[in-house]
């Protein structure tokens, strides 16, 4: 297995930003959809992906509007802007890649992910 490298997590007060970042040197991810999880309380879930074939992005509703997905393929790197974080966005961040994994409704469920970061810790509290 490939390990994805997940880093920018941190604490941070409601309605603050966090910018996290996913990066490998064993996979061109610009080849690979990408989606980030999080996990609470040992739930995981699909939170966010950005296809691999025309970087369509797909969210839960509980983030639209305020996280956004995207691409630095010169630096390998996909990142995740986090903005109006709110307590309840506090979890453990994960990302994952999958050749097949970024579809509608697909992308919420580990189990379509091949590829995995340990994750990033993200709090949100004042």
């Known amino acids: 297995q490939v390990p994805l490298v997940e880093s920018g997590g941190g604490l941070v007060q409601p309605g603050g930003s966090l910018r996290l970042s996913c990066t490998t040197s064993g996979l061109a991810l610009d080849k690979y959809g990408v989606a980030w999880f999080r996990q609470v309380a040992g739930k995981r879930e699909g939170v966010i992906c950005i296809?691999?074939?025309?970087?369509?992005?797909y969210y839960i509703d509980p983030v639209k509007g305020r996280f956004t997905i995207s691409r630095d393929n010169a630096k390998n790197t996909v990142y995740l802007q986090m903005n109006s974080l709110k307590p309840e966005d506090t979890a453990t961040y994960f990302c994952?890649?999958?050749?097949?994994?970024?579809?509608?409704?697909?992308?919420?469920?580990?189990?379509?992910?091949?590829?995995w970061g340990q994750g990033t810790r993200v709090t949100v509290s004042s």
């Open positions: 994952a890649a999958d050749y097949f994994g970024c579809r509608p409704e697909a992308y919420k469920d580990y189990n379509n992910f091949r590829y």
């Open positions: 296809s691999r074939t025309d970087d369509s992005t």
